[in-house]
């Protein structure tokens, strides 16, 4: 079971960024994801959520309006497009299953800098 995530950089306030999360070793499909970042000195938080067909999906408030995620089955590969960022998304940017009892061992990360 492997969960690689891609994507992160420098990016200005305002900017934007596209990243990817490769999965592999389990029925990808059958899995709701979700998408978590983990600022530096902060606990890691729930940033968005996809069903397993794409359905539905779910943003925590802060990012909502500028953040979407997306799936491609086929793929295996999960996506959060990130626009208009700001200082605060700088963060370490991880993919995993959001229910307890189903979490994956967790990726390296996609490290986000918003800077100006």
């Known amino acids: 079971v492997q969960l690689v995530e891609s994507g992160g950089g420098l990016v200005q306030p305002g900017g934007s960024l596209r990243l990817s999360c490769v999965a592999s070793g389990f029925t990808f499909s059958s899995y709701v994801m979700s998408w978590y970042r983990q600022a530096p000195g902060k606990e890691r938080e729930l940033v968005a959520s996809?069903?397993?067909?794409?359905?539905?999906?779910n943003y925590r408030d802060s990012v909502k309006g500028r953040f979407t995620i997306s799936r491609d089955n086929a793929k295996k590969t999960v996506y959060l497009q990130m626009n208009s960022l700001k200082l605060e998304d700088t963060a370490v940017y991880y993919c995993?299953?959001?229910?307890?009892?189903?979490?994956?061992?967790w990726g390296q990360g996609t490290q986000v800098t918003v800077s100006s």
């Open positions: 995993n299953n959001p229910q307890p009892l189903k979490r994956l061992p």
């Open positions: 996809i069903t397993s067909d794409g359905g539905i999906t």
